[in-house]
């Protein structure tokens, strides 16, 4: 009975070691795994500011689309993604910039000079000249990006 | 010989028990008055077949990155020798499975067959059907097309919604923009990933199948049970002969679709899904704000938690669809929602145009000018501009077409002589469009108003998608004006309003130019 005991308690222990090594080797391979495969989400982008358009350009109070190169590691590569904004002047030396990547699914808008409106093609938001919203489903304002003017150059931060 | 051969086959069989595998398969009892409607799910499984076999012949000419995946899929369909009708068989594969998954489900709903002892064999089908959508899902981005972007731009922003929505996307895209890395993962989840989750669940679906013996029909038949095979197999194999005619027929007759190169500037374009996912597509339409995860996750939520709670909820043993008009009612009214969603997103969708833009058939002309064939002819040191992929930004390309000589743009002003931003953004336009189909015929008429609108018009206005948009849009003046008023317009703005600040192109087009392009506009309705 005893030696009966004995065994059980042995074959308890063991398997219990076998399950801890398991464990281990399984959290270790997870962690790496996990970690190369969430990896490149996790790694911020420092913005820049990247030159958009002379100021000169820009008709007062219209938003122009205008495409910034936006130089990035792209996995293995390096590539100048491009990114279009719409630069609304606002003033002599005053620009306001609008991400052009609608809020609802990520579409690009674009500029209805009839109807003086930013519309998305894909579920129908509808934006004024400021980003608001006024209609359709975007459940934000588009968003405004950071500008200043240098030597006659807009720049925007992206 | 006859006698070695049946020593052979008797070493192997004692060797590795082939000979009761083969019995095992294929003498399984089929019960008495089991009819072809027990055939769909062989259809599926010779369907999956289909896609894993095709699937592995693209992957030995598909490159997965940015920068090569669509000349590699345009490599495929051009060059090699049955590979349209290799993609075409993997593309048109794919709806056959969701029709044939669908039809399949909905014949074990109608019989019944999920119920004790069944209900995990129903909950793995259910599993398998969430993976086929996932192969769906990951398969779109990988020509790199602009279908392919942009489906995939929503769809990840879809993800968003959810609980820790921003992480989710950022592990879905591989960083911050969807670039190389999401095309790798996607891919690697559509060759690696999805077909280990789909080989152990059909492993699982039919080991479960074999454990319970399958449903059988609704009322005990009277006939006795017969094997498998040939019986039961003939009817598989006539069905299955039948859908590969269909699919081999859509396969060899239509091209699987191909489009323009993927340009996340390109605002104009209009993504849709393939017609299995516009129910959800057109859904998200009515949740707008913050009740946007009412469509992305509580519905399509509610639907397959309530597919794999099915056989827990209607545990009664009736198989009889009248004596389960819940169930039957359910899945009606599911249905008819989808198909009425389906419906309404491919009446909003967009038609395609197959006629090329007026900015791209200008474009076509400028690109005959002298200082593009210079380089840009056959036996030159360019290709020529119809098989010219654009591999640079389309700032490069607008960059180059100004100031051919150029290598990096911006380095110094364009030269006297050079062509206009208009004429550059035309040729842009040719240069997409050219890739995605031959030349339309046009006739005199439109060809002159095409040029005076590539030349003058489209630097401020915008006509079919393509141009600037700082002046009305174009593509339907012709329903806003007549064709008196455009010609007093084109001819002097202000004698119509006097604060136009459109320029005069009176004294500019040749009355021919004039009588062109006002004819085409009044033309646009």
Redesign the interface.
């Known amino acids: 009975m005893v030696g009966t005991d004995n065994e059980h308690g042995r074959r308890r222990f063991l398997s219990r070691i076998i399950t801890a090594v398991q464990v281990a080797i399984g959290g270790t391979l997870g962690v790496i795994f996990g970690g190369a495969?969430?990896g490149?989400?996790?790694?911020?982008?420092n913005g820049a500011w990247l030159p958009a358009s002379p100021i000169g350009d820009l008709?007062m109070d219209?938003p122009?689309?205008v495409?910034v190169?936006i130089p990035?590691r792209?996995?293995?590569?390096q590539?100048?993604?491009?990114?279009?904004v719409f630069l609304v002047r606002t003033g002599a030396s005053d620009v306001r910039a609008l991400d052009?990547t609608c809020t609802?699914?990520?579409?690009?808008?674009?500029?209805?000079?009839?109807y003086q409106e930013l519309r998305c093609?894909?579920?129908?938001g509808v934006y004024d000249k400021t980003g608001a919203v006024k209609a359709?489903?975007?459940?934000a304002p588009l968003a405004t990006l950071a500008t200043r003017v240098d030597s006659g150059r807009v720049l925007v931060r992206l | 010989m006859k006698q070695r051969l049946a020593q052979l086959g008797d070493w192997i069989d004692n060797r590795t028990g082939v000979r009761a595998l083969r019995r095992h398969l294929l003498d399984e009892p089929i019960p008495g008055g089991t009819g072809w409607w027990f055939t769909t799910g062989s259809v599926v499984l010779f369907l999956l077949g289909v896609q894993l076999a095709s699937g592995v012949l693209l992957t030995f000419y598909y490159v997965p990155s940015?920068?090569s995946a669509y000349d590699s899929v345009r490599h495929l369909m051009d060059h090699v020798a049955f590979g349209g009708v290799t993609r075409g068989l993997h593309y048109f594969g794919a709806s056959f499975i969701v029709i044939a998954s669908v039809i399949h489900m909905l014949r074990v709903v109608a019989f019944g067959s999920y119920k004790r002892p069944r209900e995990v064999t129903w909950i793995s089908g259910v599993l398998l059907l969430l993976v086929i959508l996932a192969f769906a899902l990951t398969g779109y981005l990988l020509p790199w097309d602009q279908k392919a972007y942009?489906a995939t731009?929503?769809t990840?922003?879809?993800a968003r919604a959810g609980p820790l929505g921003e992480?989710v996307a950022?592990?879905l895209?591989?960083?911050?923009?969807l670039?190389?890395?999401t095309l790798?993962?996607w891919y690697s989840a559509h060759v690696f990933l999805l077909p280990a989750a789909l080989v152990t669940l059909v492993a699982a679906h039919l080991g479960l199948m074999r454990r319970h013996g399958i449903s059988g029909p609704l009322r005990t038949s009277s006939e006795p049970a017969k094997p498998f095979y040939p019986y039961h197999a003939l009817k598989d194999t006539l069905v299955v002969a039948a859908v590969f005619a269909l699919l081999l027929a859509l396969a060899v007759t239509i091209p699987a679709p191909l489009e323009a190169l993927a340009d996340?500037?390109?605002?104009?374009?209009?993504?849709r899904p393939e017609w299995y996912f516009l129910s959800l597509f057109q859904m998200?339409?009515y949740?707008?704000?913050?009740l946007?995860p009412v469509a992305t996750m509580v519905i399509p939520g509610l639907v397959v938690g309530g597919l794999l709670a099915l056989p827990f909820l209607d545990r009664r043993p009736d198989r009889h669809p009248f004596k389960r008009p819940l169930v039957i009612a359910s899945f009606a009214i599911v249905g008819a929602g989808i198909s009425m969603l389906t419906y309404l997103g491919m009446k909003d969708s967009p038609q395609v145009s197959e006629e090329w833009s007026p900015l791209a058939i200008a474009g076509m002309e400028f690109a005959r000018d002298e200082r593009c064939v210079r380089c840009h002819r056959p036996g030159g040191i360019a290709n020529i501009l119809d098989e010219t992929r654009m591999r640079k930004?389309?700032?490069w390309t607008l960059g180059h077409v100004r100031d051919p000589e150029m290598i990096t743009i911006g380095l110094r002003p364009v030269p006297a002589g050079g062509m206009s931003d208009a004429q550059a953004q035309a040729i842009l336009s040719f240069m997409r469009e050219v890739r995605s189909g031959s030349a339309p015929t046009v006739t005199s008429g439109e060809r002159s108003a095409s040029i005076v609108l590539g030349r003058y018009c489209a630097s401020c206005h915008m006509i079919d998608g393509a141009g600037a948009?700082?002046?009305?849009?174009l593509s339907n003046v012709g329903a806003r004006h007549d064709l008196a008023w455009l010609r007093r317009w084109v001819a002097n703005p202000e004698s119509v309003d006097p604060l136009a600040s459109m320029p005069p192109f009176g004294d500019v087009l040749t009355p021919q130019e004039m009588d062109a392009v006002t004819n085409y506009l009044a033309g646009r309705r």
């Open positions: 495969a969430v490149p989400a996790l790694a911020g982008r008709p219209i122009t689309p495409v190169g990035r792209d996995g293995y590569t590539v100048v993604e491009q990114r279009t052009s609802h699914l990520g579409c690009r808008v674009s500029w209805d000079s009839e093609p894909c579920h129908g359709g489903p975007p459940p | 940015p920068a942009w731009t929503v990840i922003n879809v992480y950022g592990v895209r591989g960083g911050d923009t670039g190389a890395l790798l993962r996340p500037t390109d605002a104009s374009y209009v993504p998200l339409k949740f707008p704000g913050p946007e930004e389309p700032a948009s700082s002046a009305p849009d």
